[in-house]
């Protein structure tokens, strides 16, 4: 039997253990409130402690490749090294106390110095100042991109003190090879020019960030840690073929050197496709030394110049004529080296000769102003207007270069009566190298224009590919038409005086020269400086690639066979880069008189 002695103490003690444990449900609820239910709240909250920490996750900027994947453009891993001010000042009361046997900072900033390529100086200094600033403070900048040896190095310091974080840096790995394209980045990572700058959408990285708690000593709170992710950028994929590039911008700038001219260039434009294959210009621009060029040498002449054709532009003025006027090759004019015109417009010959019944084909062969400007009476400069439109000048070629200039081509309402004639020869118009390779590729491709593009795609991160909007093949001449155009654009090098210098063993290859005048920003055209040009194409035959070389005033030889030698170089070359097979058929020999 339980007497009332015994109840009394049990009883107790039930109650206790029910207080003991109803306190520990208490804790219990309350940690799994803390823990569980609103954790996240809790730890934002955590964030604005005194403790915080973050950091930058730097995503990777994308390449920039060629059309075989080549890399023109691309990130390299550098480092922003960071110093801890108060550990350093811990660690060193630690070895004054006794406490420790670290290496004091006195030594370790000569050391870090040392790798940096600073002076211990002003390595001291920067610790100084950040706790001049904040007696606490945990954060100085020792050096930002700095490279992997020198990281290493300052990791072999084997002190906790010295952090440094991954941070991409941009790379051009053939240095001025597509600078002009390419464009670069500043030393802030920010695009500055080229395709670098009009692209970024595709090739901008977005940086995600890593926040923490950490105690009085530094080290990470486990558990605290948020991270949000950083996005890498795209990959963005051009038409042009590295090594045929980097050849030919070393001939350019050869033939710029042994002509004595301003600046040159090569584009190489894909008949069947519309592809730019190359665009090569002297002066040019090295994306790693960007200080080292001028600053107009930094873009692309290529693609933001324009000139006048000279007498390139007779080809449009033939093509046009047998299109529209009823013309073939071996029509006639009598023209002399000087005529004058119904309407009071002179015009005249760069070579005197007598009165000569030209063909349409002589005419081309021997550039006659003369010849080509009567050929041109056959239709009227409205219809002359509507096919140079239809071929591209004065469009552009919305080829994917920022800010790419348009050549100026006037109404045939405002032509005046000079301007009438002179346009059949390219004077009084202006046009760009992207529009003329163009346009030619039209008179080559049967009479089908091609749109230009020098962008293939841009790929993103996750493998989704973007290729770019272009317009439409659109017909230009009829096909009847390309065919007279490209034997009689054969025979003008089979014949012209420079003929030899052009040929390519084993091809048949077709074109024109063109010596445009400059104005002098006044209307007047400047005495003995020319703008030269030759465009052409290969296989005359079956053609495949449209070539075209310019020389901004050359002064060894100021005539368009001063681009004749670089020409002949750059043809060969892409035939060889492409294998494209020699000719297996002889052309036919047109006559130049009637």
């Known amino acids: 039997m339980t007497t009332r002695s015994t109840r009394s103490p049990r009883r107790r003690t039930v109650v206790a253990l029910a207080v003991v444990l109803a306190v520990l449900a208490g804790f219990i609820v309350r940690l799994i409130d803390i823990q569980v239910v609103n954790a996240d709240e809790h730890v934002a909250d955590s964030l604005d402690i005194a403790f915080r920490g973050s950091q930058v996750l730097y995503g990777t900027r994308g390449q920039i490749v060629d059309e075989t994947g080549q890399v023109l453009a691309g990130s390299v891993l550098q480092y922003d090294c960071q110093l801890d001010p108060l550990l350093v000042t811990q660690i060193d009361d630690e070895i004054e106390a006794g406490k420790s046997q670290a290496t004091p900072w006195s030594e370790v900033s000569e050391d870090a110095a040392e790798i940096t390529g600073q002076t211990p100086d002003e390595v001291r200094a920067i610790v100084t100042d950040a706790l001049a600033d904040d007696p606490a403070s945990r954060f100085a900048y020792l050096k930002k991109r700095v490279d992997t040896e020198d990281y290493r190095a300052l990791a072999d310091l084997g002190v906790p003190y010295i952090v440094c974080r991954q941070h991409p840096a941009r790379s051009y790995p053939d240095g001025a090879v597509a600078g002009n394209l390419v464009g670069f980045v500043g030393t802030d990572g920010q695009p500055q020019e080229g395709l670098e700058k009009s692209y970024d959408d595709c090739l901008a990285a977005t940086n995600g960030a890593l926040a923490y708690e950490r105690g009085k000593d530094g080290v990470v709170i486990p558990g605290t840690e948020r991270e949000q992710p950083a996005e890498d950028g795209g990959t963005l994929a051009l038409t042009i073929n590295r090594d045929l590039q980097w050849y030919l911008q070393q001939l350019i700038g050869e033939q710029v050197q042994d002509m004595a001219a301003q600046r040159g260039g090569i584009l190489v434009y894909e008949v069947k496709t519309g592809k730019v294959r190359a665009a090569a210009e002297f002066p040019t621009v090295d994306p790693n030394?960007?200080?080292?060029?001028?600053?107009?040498?930094?873009?692309?002449?290529?693609?933001?110049?324009?000139?006048?054709?000279?007498?390139?532009?007779?080809?449009?003025?033939?093509?046009?004529?047998?299109?529209?006027?009823?013309?073939?090759?071996?029509?006639?004019?009598?023209?002399?080296?000087?005529?004058?015109?119904?309407?009071?417009a002179r015009v005249q010959d760069s070579f005197q000769h007598p009165a000569n019944l030209y063909t349409l084909t002589g005419v081309l062969i021997d550039s006659s102003n003369a010849g080509i400007s009567k050929f041109s009476e056959t239709v009227t400069p409205q219809t002359r207007y509507e096919y140079f439109k239809k071929f591209g000048i004065g469009e552009g070629t919305s080829s994917g270069y920022p800010a790419e200039?348009?050549?100026?081509?006037?109404?045939?309402?405002?032509?005046?009566?000079?301007?009438?004639?002179?346009?059949?020869?390219?004077?009084?118009?202006?046009?760009?190298?992207?529009?003329?390779?163009?346009?030619?590729?039209?008179?080559?491709?049967?009479?089908?224009?091609?749109?230009?593009?020098?962008?293939?795609?841009?790929?993103?991160?996750?493998?989704?590919?973007?290729?770019?909007?272009?317009?439409?093949?659109?017909?230009v001449i009829k096909e009847s038409t390309s065919a007279q155009m490209r034997a009689m654009l054969e025979n003008v090098f089979l014949q012209?005086?420079?003929?030899?210098?052009?040929?390519?063993?084993?091809?048949?290859?077709?074109?024109?020269?063109?010596?445009?005048?400059?104005?002098?920003?006044?209307?007047?055209?400047?005495?003995?400086?020319?703008?030269?040009?030759?465009?052409?194409?290969?296989?005359?035959?079956?053609?495949?690639?449209?070539?075209?070389?310019?020389?901004?005033?050359?002064?060894?030889?100021?005539?368009?066979?001063?681009?004749?030698?670089?020409?002949?170089?750059?043809?060969?070359?892409?035939?060889?880069?492409?294998?494209?097979?020699?000719?297996?058929?002889?052309?036919?020999?047109?006559?130049?008189?009637?």
């Open 405 to 475: 200039q348009n050549g100026l081509l006037y109404p045939a309402d405002q032509w005046g009566a000079q301007t009438t004639y002179n346009t059949s020869f390219g004077q009084a118009v202006t046009t760009t190298m992207p529009e003329l390779a163009r346009a030619y590729g039209a008179i080559a491709n049967g009479g089908v224009k091609m749109p230009l593009s020098i962008i293939e795609s841009c790929t993103d991160a996750d493998g989704t590919v973007h290729e770019p909007e272009r317009a439409e093949p659109e017909r």
């Open 496 to 594: 012209a005086p420079y003929a030899k210098t052009v040929e390519i063993p084993g091809y048949r290859i077709a074109g024109k020269t063109g010596t445009g005048e400059k104005t002098d920003g006044n209307g007047r055209y400047k005495a003995g400086v020319y703008y030269t040009t030759m465009v052409g194409f290969a296989p005359a035959d079956d053609p495949e690639y449209v070539v075209v070389v310019t020389l901004d005033e050359p002064t060894k030889v100021t005539s368009s066979a001063a681009n004749a030698t670089a020409f002949q170089k750059a043809m060969t070359q892409v035939l060889k880069t492409y294998r494209v097979m020699p000719a297996t058929t002889a052309p036919e020999l047109l006559p130049k008189f009637g």
């Open 289 to 344: 030394n960007v200080d080292a060029s001028a600053v107009g040498d930094r873009t692309s002449e290529i693609f933001l110049g324009t000139f006048e054709p000279g007498s390139t532009f007779k080809g449009l003025t033939a093509a046009t004529v047998i299109d529209a006027g009823g013309q073939t090759p071996a029509s006639t004019v009598t023209a002399s080296s000087r005529e004058e015109f119904p309407n009071g």
